[in-house]
């Protein structure tokens, strides 16, 4: 069977964030981190959609908790990925800087394979067509460049298929950052789930605002590892559940989302018990499947 889009919040055993796209031909890994039952769950994830390497490399933020030199190594040399993409902000860590040499030599190391490491910066941004509504090729939002907090420099992209859309927003916490969002009336009809910025923070950056305009089918979290932290926030929780946005977190399993091919609707499963068990599930249909439909 094969899918118009899987979508995979993959629990960690470490605090962080990792998760899988998947539409016909193109698997893409968003962070690089590995999961709660290390690097084979990932080949079994790729093995499942008939691929042996992923496609594409997303990482939103050079924090520990997207992105670890151990974890990255595993990743470029088992799952060899042809395009990479990074933010164009400078490491602080020594970590971070590892990883971001690491990747800035991946072409060179890697000519049989890739020659497509992408810095997301100001100016590769500037150099793009616009978006077209409906599409099904993904698109980069700008963040906000030369700031001094680091989490808005964040990569944001919406990952878009023949089925539904994700939005990945990385660690923003800028009110100003989500107020242009809120204004681009593209988001409105494309986003389907959004996974919650900062792993749902109440930082500013989640509003009401921000829900009323997306208007998304379904919230994803990454929560810290055994939820520490309580994510996503009480705040945030109750702006879902004011406005009936079904919420699903990494706090004790994966979260897959999935629509097959010929099927109008998504199904979202919340698992826990190392993915043993299924704690909850939620269908939505897909935004541009409705207008579709009414436009038929």
């Given at each position: 069977?094969?899918?118009?889009?899987?979508?995979?919040?993959?629990?960690?055993?470490?605090?962080?964030?990792?998760?899988?796209?998947?539409?016909?031909?193109?698997?893409?890994?968003?962070?690089?981190?590995?999961?709660k039952?290390g690097?084979?769950?990932l080949?079994?994830?790729?093995?499942?959609?008939?691929k042996?390497?992923i496609?594409?490399?997303?990482?939103?933020?050079?924090?520990?908790d997207?992105?670890?030199?151990d974890d990255l190594?595993?990743?470029?040399?088992?799952?060899?990925p042809?395009?990479?993409?990074?933010?164009?902000y400078?490491?602080t860590s020594n970590?971070?800087?590892?990883?971001?040499?690491?990747?800035?030599?991946?072409?060179?190391?890697?000519?049989?394979?890739?020659?497509?490491?992408?810095?997301?910066?100001?100016?590769?941004?500037?150099?793009?067509?616009?978006?077209?509504?409906?599409?099904?090729?993904?698109?980069?939002?700008?963040?906000?460049?030369?700031?001094?907090?680091?989490?808005?420099?964040s990569?944001?992209?919406?990952?878009?298929?023949?089925?539904?859309?994700?939005?990945?927003?990385g660690d923003?916490e800028?009110?100003q950052?989500?107020?242009?969002?809120?204004?681009?009336?593209f988001?409105?009809?494309?986003?389907?789930?959004?996974?919650?910025a900062?792993?749902?923070?109440?930082?500013?950056?989640?509003?009401?605002e921000?829900?009323?305009?997306?208007?998304?089918?379904?919230?994803?979290?990454?929560?810290?590892?055994?939820?520490?932290y309580d994510?996503p926030s009480?705040?945030?929780?109750?702006?879902?559940?004011?406005?009936?946005?079904?919420?699903?977190?990494?706090?004790?399993?994966?979260?897959?989302?999935?629509?097959?091919?010929?099927?109008?609707?998504?199904t979202?499963v919340?698992?826990?018990?190392?993915?043993?068990?299924?704690?909850?599930?939620?269908?939505?249909?897909?935004?541009?499947?409705?207008?579709?439909s009414?436009?038929?």
């Amino acid at each position: 069977m094969d899918y118009l889009s899987k979508f995979r919040a993959f629990q960690l055993d470490s605090p962080g964030s990792l998760f899988s796209f998947y539409k016909p031909g193109e698997y893409t890994l968003i962070e690089a981190r590995l999961p709660k039952g290390g690097l084979e769950l990932l080949l079994d994830d790729l093995s499942f959609h008939g691929k042996e390497r992923i496609d594409s490399l997303h990482i939103t933020s050079w924090d520990s908790d997207h992105c670890t030199y151990d974890d990255l190594v595993q990743i470029i040399n088992h799952l060899r990925p042809e395009r990479i993409e990074i933010p164009e902000y400078l490491p602080t860590s020594n970590d971070g800087q590892l990883c971001r040499s690491l990747i800035t030599k991946y072409d060179d190391i890697h000519q049989k394979y890739v020659q497509n490491v992408h810095i997301i910066s100001q100016d590769y941004l500037s150099k793009l067509q616009p978006a077209a509504k409906g599409a099904i090729n993904n698109v980069l939002h700008p963040s906000i460049y030369n700031c001094n907090n680091k989490n808005d420099m964040s990569l944001i992209k919406l990952f878009r298929s023949a089925g539904f859309n994700v939005f990945s927003l990385g660690d923003c916490e800028s009110a100003q950052l989500s107020a242009t969002i809120s204004a681009n009336s593209f988001f409105t009809s494309e986003v389907d789930v959004l996974i919650l910025a900062h792993h749902g923070a109440d930082n500013g950056f989640t509003t009401a605002e921000l829900l009323d305009t997306l208007k998304p089918k379904l919230a994803v979290c990454s929560s810290n590892y055994d939820n520490q932290y309580d994510h996503p926030s009480p705040e945030i929780r109750k702006l879902l559940a004011q406005r009936n946005i079904p919420l699903m977190t990494t706090k004790r399993g994966d979260v897959i989302i999935y629509q097959p091919d010929g099927y109008d609707y998504a199904t979202a499963v919340n698992l826990i018990s190392d993915n043993e068990i299924e704690e909850s599930r939620v269908g939505f249909n897909p935004k541009r499947l409705i207008a579709a439909s009414n436009a038929a």
